[in-house]
């Protein structure tokens, strides 16, 4: 029993030195670092403000762009990716939410692209009907607002450069 309680602590010692410190994975360093997008290309980035303090308003939501995974956007991150140019679907989803938000977006050639995502009202109403009634109020929730004109977890909201940048410079990559 020491033996594996020993091994236990040895792997779990050198487990902890391949944990990522984020270094390098502000959007300034990333972008400098893959440069604009290449020709034909334009770039998408999605974000997420940090959470501000109690605050129950931020969505640990799954982003797809076109059918792909771009990974786990939680508040405090971002993710990106360069697609020929066109008209591209962004999908946001959320584990165990009743319902996504799609959003199509016109992307330029040469261009980057920024959107926040922030919850959406259902997402808020149902969050707060789990605190206040459980499951059963995420039920009853979730039924009241099945009707609402984006049935997902989050807004897409687009910003300008300047903004997103600013943004951005608070926040680490998703890995």
């Not at 962004?90 to 996504?100: A, I, R």
């Amino acid at each position: 029993m020491l033996r594996w309680g020993a091994l236990l602590f040895v792997v779990g010692a050198m487990l902890t030195g391949c944990v990522s410190d984020q270094v390098g994975t502000d959007f300034a360093s990333v972008s400098k670092k893959v440069g604009p997008p290449r020709p034909g290309q334009a770039r998408i980035v999605l974000l997420q403000d940090k959470r501000n303090g109690l605050s129950m308003a931020f969505c640990a939501c799954e982003v797809q762009l076109d059918g792909a995974p771009l990974g786990k956007v939680l508040a405090g991150k971002y993710a990106y990716a360069d697609r020929p140019a066109g008209r591209h679907e962004v999908l946001v989803t959320e584990l165990m939410f009743p319902g996504d938000t799609k959003r199509e977006v016109v992307m330029e050639a040469g261009r980057t692209h920024f959107y926040l995502i922030k919850s959406s009202a259902r997402h808020d109403a149902t969050t707060g009907g789990a605190v206040l009634g459980g499951l059963a109020g995420l039920a009853v929730v979730s039924v009241a607002t099945a009707g609402e004109a984006n049935p997902g977890p989050a807004e897409l909201v687009a910003l300008d450069e300047a903004t997103a940048r600013t943004k951005l410079a608070e926040l680490q990559g998703i890995e």
